[in-house]
């Protein structure tokens, strides 16, 4: 019945008013009763404090509680009410202290904030009274004089204020009354005892308290009447009070109390014991039955009471008692360490973040008292990192630098608390925090530029070289991708030049190259991340190509044989060292291969003439005698110096004479060319003629259309040479088989006659025939020797 009406009152203490709510200070204080269901409101913190339930969650609030290594509340992030997460039970919480307050601290984040909630635990009727015994047991004399006081132990009620013990009911009887006075029960004698009549009485005593439902507790005094008077002991102090160091050894003498009975002989004899006392604290201390010494025997934690509170019985021999009050204050030793606990922790932190900013929350507790628990905190010198205080004993991590990942990825911070007792006591704890990758770092090429040279020729897709970008940030940060910038060579997009493996960086040709065409050209080559947003980096590469010996000489004077037929005139009179003539050629090549040299290979009179090795002029060895072949004709070879080295020849006719007239037929000079085209055609004529008059007329009309075509040359390949006819990338350096303007030719042929007359008119050089000694011709005389109409102009070329 009375479990069921404590329910009862806990449900309607509920369900009307749980709470009591005052402001102090900005702070809350709630009233609530003990006892009560897991997840009970105790009131709805947000709403009190004026926090926005929309950012509550965000802001990670927690309870701690100091003194209590229970968690007797929590925050609905939902709601913002405070609720109970377990029991709370306010008799070991407080014992019989009148007041019983539990604190709360309300820690808050993103900006930090303490509020401070004092949690009023108000008694409730949950505990009956209780004697220590269940039967008392007393003795007194049937000459005891009627008032007479026997002393007795009163009632133990773990509640407090109205449901504690209130008052007494003795059983109704003939010869006592109760007397309560200040908790102190004592048995009065009303009426004299008689022990002829009665030698036992047994007397129901019940001890009531004031809560509703009422509770109480009963015990039987059984009284044996004796023959004899005596008295009972008296202590020598009605409270005795001691003071002992918390953590005191065993066996430590508390204190000693002494209670002296004026009988004599056994109704003298006083033993001590203790009163009522709980059992945690009847395994903490012992008392002599026979001096009355209170020892030591558990263990002394003013972390968990710092008092204790007995009762002293002194009994006789004949089983009169009296009772003292010991109370025991306990006294501080700095024996608990601080503790540290990391309340919150980013982790891990961008590496932008900016100095001051708050990556953690720490909170350190001291279970001491006074200076014992006053704590310094500290962390090492060697970290971008800093305690500041906050808030009572909370303290916010922060940084002081900037921090850079590419640095110093993970950081070992070690946290020291050190208290101010005496001697003071210290721990620690290591915090592992980590930085997160910022993409703050562009890929940086390994080099400022890069070259790459290829031979002209090369195969597509050959490898020309190799870029590197590196990036220090991580994973996709630090990922770099290859591109070519957009852009132009030759007019052509420079991807139809080259590309790039996006991954590794190689950089391969997409076309073979021609050294002729193309020498060099530049490609940007950007290296960019996988960062948000990504950044990146150029870099050029200059390609550059280089020659290959791919293309033979080209003689330019005299013309390939087939297409032109040229006689050059030496005077008879010409001296050793003369020049006669020039051979002309060029290299599309560069470098050494086009490097050209003139060898003669054969020759009509191989001691007459020589050509210089690098300038290709014809000169004469000796002086020209009479015994000397008219006609002389020369093979010329002209090589480049590449590997391996490519050549061209060419033939040169040579008449040694001054005068055309004595020139007999010069067409049996080129009779030995076989493929002459010219020499066909007149073949074919001679044959249609003789056998198609129609087709002769084809022949002269023919005749004619050649005349009109080239009236200013006297045969296809004149001496003169345009400057058109020069390639544009031939470079005009002496000796290397570029033509020269250092010498004059006059040319003189007959048009589509394979006789022609060439006269060296003079050179820029020592050994230049004088202009007087050169063979001079008008157009008449050609037309005398040859047969032929005056239609040859005269060509000159400087």
Not at 216 to 229: E, K, M, R
Not at 285 to 293: E, W
Not at 787 to 793: A, E, L, R
Request: charged share 25%.
């Amino acid at each position: 019945m009375e479990d069921k009406g404590l329910s009862t009152m806990l449900l309607i203490i509920s369900l009307a008013s749980i709470v009591s709510l005052y402001l102090v200070n900005g702070d809350l204080r709630y009233s609530i009763p003990e006892e009560l269901k897991r997840d009970s409101i105790i009131g709805n913190t947000a709403k009190d404090l004026g926090l926005d339930l929309r950012t509550l969650s965000s802001r990670n609030p927690r309870t701690d509680f100091e003194e209590s290594r229970k968690h007797y509340c929590d925050i609905n992030l939902s709601s913002g009410d405070l609720i109970t997460s377990e029991r709370i039970d306010r008799e070991s919480l407080c014992g019989k202290k009148p007041s019983c307050v539990v604190n709360v601290d309300l820690v808050l984040e993103n900006p930090l904030e303490l509020h401070r909630i004092s949690l009023l635990i108000q008694d409730v009727n949950d505990n009956s009274p209780k004697f220590r015994d269940n039967l008392i047991e007393m003795e007194i004399s049937e000459m005891a004089d009627k008032g007479n006081r026997f002393s007795m132990e009163e009632a133990h009620d773990a509640d407090v204020g109205q449901n504690a013990v209130q008052r007494y009911n003795l059983q109704k009887n003939d010869n006592f009354i109760l007397a309560v006075d200040n908790n102190k029960v004592e048995l009065v004698l009303e009426n004299k005892l008689d022990r002829e009549k009665q030698r036992e009485i047994n007397l129901l005593l019940t001890a009531l308290d004031g809560g509703s439902p009422q509770r109480s507790g009963t015990v039987v005094i059984h009284v044996t009447v004796l023959d004899a008077n005596d008295n009972a002991p008296v202590f020598s102090q009605a409270v005795y009070k001691a003071s002992l160091p918390e953590n005191s050894p065993l066996d430590t003498v508390v204190v000693r109390v002494s209670a002296t009975d004026a009988d004599e002989g056994v109704n003298g004899d006083v033993t001590y014991h203790f009163g009522h006392v709980s059992d945690e604290d009847g395994h903490v201390f012992s008392i002599d039955p026979k001096t009355g010494l209170i020892r030591v025997t558990g263990e002394i934690d003013f972390e968990e009471s710092r008092s204790f509170e007995m009762r002293i019985q002194a009994k006789d021999g004949l089983g009169l008692t009296s009772y003292a009050k010991l109370v025991i204050d306990v006294t501080d030793m700095n024996d608990n360490a601080p503790v540290i606990f990391l309340k919150s922790l980013t982790n891990p932190v961008p590496e932008n973040v900016s100095p001051g900013t708050e990556v953690g929350v720490v909170n350190v507790q001291d279970r001491d008292s006074e200076n014992n628990r006053q704590v310094r905190c500290s962390i090492q010198q060697n970290v971008p990192f800093k305690l500041v205080p906050s808030i009572k004993n909370y303290y916010s991590l922060v940084t002081t630098g900037q921090l850079d990942r590419e640095v110093v990825s993970d950081y070992n911070i070690t946290i020291t608390a050190t208290d101010e007792g005496s001697p003071p006591l210290s721990s620690s704890k290591s915090v592992q925090l980590s930085v997160a990758d910022i993409n703050d770092n562009p890929p940086v090429f390994e080099e400022q530029s890069y070259s790459a040279y290829v031979s002209e020729n090369n195969k597509p897709g050959s490898t020309l070289c190799s870029v590197t970008a590196r990036d220090p940030d991580w994973r996709q940060n630090g990922t770099v991708i290859y591109s070519v910038l957009a852009g132009e060579v030759n007019g052509a997009p420079v991807s139809s030049y080259v590309s790039v493996n996006g991954d590794t960086g190689v950089i391969h040709a997409v076309r073979s190259f021609d050294h002729e065409q193309l020498r060099s050209f530049k490609v940007h080559v950007t290296a960019r991340d996988n960062g948000s947003p990504p950044l990146s980096s150029n870099v050029t590469v200059s390609v550059f190509i280089s020659d290959v010996n791919d293309n033979c000489p080209q003689i330019l004077y005299p013309a390939p044989e087939g297409s032109s037929f040229m006689t050059e005139l030496v005077p008879k009179a010409a001296n050793g060292g003369s020049v006669v003539s020039k051979v002309i050629a060029v290299d599309a090549d560069s470098g050494q291969n086009a490097w050209l040299s003139y060898h003669i290979v054969k020759s009509t009179d191989p001691g007459l003439f020589t050509i210089g090795l690098h300038n290709g002029e014809i000169r004469t060895q000796r002086d020209i005698s009479e015994s000397d072949s008219m006609k002389q004709n020369l093979i010329v070879s002209v090589k480049d110096n590449g590997q391996p080295s490519l050549s061209a020849t060419c033939s040169m006719y040579l008449l040694i004479s001054d005068n055309l007239a004595e020139v007999p037929e010069l067409k049996d000079i080129s009779y030995d060319e076989k493929d002459s085209k010219l020499t066909s055609y007149l073949i074919v004529a001679l044959v249609c003629v003789s056998t198609f008059f129609l087709t002769f007329i084809i022949i002269i009309l023919g005749v004619r259309f050649c005349r009109r075509r080239k009236p200013r040359l006297l045969f296809d390949g004149a001496v003169a040479i345009p400057g058109a006819y020069l390639p544009p990338n031939y470079a005009d350096v002496d000796g290397t088989g570029t033509l020269r303007s250092a010498y004059n030719y006059d040319a003189y042929l007959t048009t589509g006659s394979r006789t022609s007359d060439f006269k060296f008119v003079t050179s820029y050089t020592d050994n230049t025939l004088p202009a007087d000694q050169t063979l001079r011709k008008s157009p008449t005389d050609f037309n005398d020797m040859f047969g032929q109409p005056d239609v040859s102009p005269e060509v000159r070329h400087i």
